[in-house]
C-alpha cells in the first residue's frame, strides 16, 4: 500500500483551510440572500448575485454596486434587443413610433445607470449624502425609463407579439433596477446619520 507524501499537519492544514472557505462562502450567500428580502424581487436578485459571492462577501457597497453592474448589463442588452425590434419590417405606424421611443428611453436607462455606477466610485468621506442622492436620483429615473416605454404600447391596438417581446424584456431589467434601487437605498439608509 502506498503511503501519502503530506504530513499530518499539512493535511490538517489543507482540511481547515478549504472548510474555512467554504463557511466563507456560505456566508456570503446567505448575507446576499438576506440582503435581497429588502426588494421587491428577492428570488431575482440572489439568483442574480448570489454568482458574485466571493467578490461581494458580506460588503453592503459592493452588493449595491454588483446589483447596478448586473442592471447595467441588462439594460445594454434590452437596449440591443430593441433597437433591433425597432427595424422589423411591417411595423403598423403607431408600433415603429412606439418602438422609436423605446429605443429613446432605453439609452436614457443606460446612460443613468452608467452615471450611478459612476458615482458609486465617489462614495465616502463627507460627501456621502450627496452621492448616494445622485446614485438614487439617477436609478429612479432610469426605472421610469423603462416604464415609459411600456407607456406607447397601451391599449388593445397595441396587442400582439411586439408588444409581448417588448413587455418580457422591459419587465426583467425594470426588476433588476428596482432590485438596485433597493439595495442602494438599503446602504445608504445604514449610513447616512439619524436626524436630530
Given at each position: 500500500?502506498?503511503?501519502?507524501?503530506?504530513?499530518?499537519?499539512?493535511?490538517?492544514?489543507?482540511?481547515?483551510?478549504?472548510?474555512?472557505?467554504?463557511?466563507?462562502?456560505?456566508?456570503?450567500?446567505?448575507?446576499?440572500?438576506?440582503?435581497?428580502?429588502?426588494?421587491?424581487?428577492?428570488?431575482?436578485?440572489?439568483?442574480?448575485?448570489?454568482?458574485?459571492?466571493?467578490?461581494?462577501?458580506?460588503?453592503?457597497?459592493?452588493?449595491?454596486?454588483?446589483?447596478?453592474?448586473?442592471?447595467?448589463?441588462?439594460?445594454?442588452?434590452?437596449?440591443?434587443?430593441?433597437?433591433?425590434?425597432?427595424?422589423?419590417?411591417?411595423?403598423?405606424?403607431?408600433?415603429?413610433?412606439?418602438m422609436m421611443d423605446?429605443?429613446?428611453?432605453?439609452?436614457?436607462?443606460?446612460?443613468?445607470?452608467?452615471?450611478?455606477?459612476?458615482?458609486?466610485?465617489?462614495?465616502?468621506?463627507p460627501d456621502f449624502?450627496?452621492h448616494m442622492s445622485?446614485?438614487?436620483?439617477?436609478?429612479?429615473?432610469?426605472?421610469?425609463?423603462?416604464?415609459?416605454?411600456?407607456?406607447?404600447?397601451?391599449?388593445?391596438?397595441?396587442?400582439?407579439?411586439?408588444?409581448?417581446?417588448?413587455?418580457?424584456?422591459?419587465?426583467?431589467?425594470?426588476?433588476?433596477?428596482?432590485?438596485?434601487?433597493?439595495?442602494?437605498?438599503?446602504?445608504?439608509?445604514?449610513?447616512?446619520?439619524?436626524?436630530?
Amino acid at each position: 500500500m502506498e503511503r501519502s507524501s503530506l504530513s499530518p499537519a499539512l493535511t490538517v492544514t489543507t482540511a481547515f483551510f478549504i472548510l474555512f472557505q467554504l463557511s466563507a462562502a456560505q456566508t456570503n450567500t446567505d448575507y446576499i440572500k438576506t440582503s435581497c428580502l429588502a426588494t421587491t424581487y428577492p428570488r431575482l436578485c440572489y439568483d442574480s448575485l448570489s454568482v458574485y459571492a466571493n467578490k461581494i462577501q458580506t460588503s453592503p457597497r459592493r452588493l449595491a454596486a454588483t446589483a447596478l453592474a448586473v442592471a447595467i448589463s441588462s439594460a445594454k442588452s434590452t437596449l440591443k434587443s430593441m433597437k433591433v425590434l425597432a427595424k422589423t419590417h411591417g411595423l403598423k405606424p403607431r408600433e415603429a413610433a412606439a418602438m422609436m421611443d423605446c429605443v429613446e428611453e432605453a439609452a436614457d436607462s443606460v446612460d443613468e445607470l452608467n452615471k450611478s455606477m459612476g458615482e458609486m466610485s465617489h462614495v465616502g468621506g463627507p460627501d456621502f449624502e450627496f452621492h448616494m442622492s445622485n446614485i438614487q436620483t439617477w436609478v429612479s429615473a432610469a426605472l421610469t425609463d423603462e416604464d415609459t416605454c411600456l407607456d406607447g404600447f397601451a391599449g388593445k391596438a397595441m396587442d400582439g407579439n411586439l408588444k409581448i417581446t417588448v413587455r418580457r424584456h422591459i419587465n426583467k431589467v425594470a426588476q433588476l433596477i428596482s432590485n438596485g434601487l433597493a439595495l442602494v437605498n438599503k446602504y445608504a439608509s445604514a449610513h447616512t446619520p439619524p436626524s436630530t
